[in-house]
C-alpha cells in the first residue's frame, strides 16, 4: 500500500502491490512511498537514462525526475513499458513558483547546473500544474487523478523545495570550484539572488494513472 510519512505525499490514495519500483531525484529519497517490496533506485546528479527493465512491477513512482533529468520522454516511456497490466504509474512534481521572478529564479540556476554537469537542456521548460496530468493521459493510462500539496505559511525555498536546496548546494560547490570563470561568477550572482529575493514556492503536485488491465 502506498503510505508515507512525508507530508509531501501523505494523503495520497493507498493501493496494494507487492512489487514497486521508485526513482527518486536528490532530495526525494526520503519521501519514498512506502509500497510493499519497494525497490528504490535515487538518482545520481548528473542526468543518465534508465537502463532497460527486464521486469514488470506493480507500482512505478517518479519523484521529482521529470525537473531533474535532462531528457524526461525516455524515463517516462521506461516507467510505463515497466508497469504491469493494472499497475499504477505516480508522478510527483514540485512546481514553478505561481508568479515570477521566482519562477525564472529557478530556471537560471537549473539551466547553470545542468551546463556544468554536462546535462544539457530538459526537453520541455519547468513543469506547469496541468501537465502531468496529460502525461498520464499520453502514456494511455486510465483511472488517473491529481492532488496538490501546498506548503503551508507560503514557505520559503530552503524549507518547501527540497530540489531546490539541493541545487542552491551545487551553487555553492560550482561558485567555489567550477574550471569556468564564467560559471563561477554565474554561481555567485545566483547566490545572492536567492539570499535578497527569498522566493516562496508552488505547491507539489501528485498525478497517478493506472495501466491497462490487458
Known amino acids: 500500500m502506498l503510505q508515507t510519512g512525508d507530508p509531501r505525499l501523505a494523503d495520497l490514495p493507498r493501493w496494494d502491490g507487492t512489487h514497486a519500483l521508485v526513482w527518486a531525484a536528490p532530495g526525494w529519497a526520503g519521501a519514498t512511498p512506502e509500497f510493499g517490496g519497494t525497490i528504490l533506485r535515487k538518482l545520481p546528479g548528473a542526468t543518465q537514462l534508465p537502463e532497460p527493465l527486464s521486469a514488470r512491477y506493480d507500482a512505478v513512482a517518479l519523484l521529482g525526475v521529470l525537473s531533474h533529468v535532462a531528457n524526461p520522454t525516455s524515463w517516462l516511456h521506461a516507467a510505463r513499458a515497466a508497469l504491469r497490466p493494472g499497475a499504477v504509474l505516480l508522478l510527483v512534481e514540485e512546481l514553478e513558483g505561481p508568479l515570477e521572478p521566482a519562477a525564472a529564479l529557478h530556471r537560471e540556476i537549473r539551466r547553470l547546473v545542468r551546463a556544468e554537469a554536462g546535462g544539457g537542456e530538459a526537453e520541455w521548460p519547468p513543469l506547469r500544474r496541468f ?32 530540489q531546490l536546496t539541493q541545487e542552491r548546494d551545487a551553487l555553492e560547490r560550482l561558485a567555489q570550484a567550477s574550471t569556468s570563470g564564467a560559471r563561477r561568477d554565474e554561481a555567485s550572482a545566483l ?22 488491465a490487458q
Open 131 to 162: 501537465q502531468l496530468g496529460s502525461i498520464i493521459q499520453g502514456l494511455g493510462l486510465g483511472d488517473y487523478g491529481f492532488s496538490p500539496w501546498m506548503p503551508p505559511n507560503s514557505m520559503e525555498v530552503a524549507a518547501a523545495n527540497p
Open 191 to 212: 547566490l545572492r539572488r536567492l539570499e535578497t529575493e527569498r522566493p516562496a514556492w508552488g505547491p507539489v503536485m501528485r498525478v497517478w494513472g493506472i495501466a491497462p
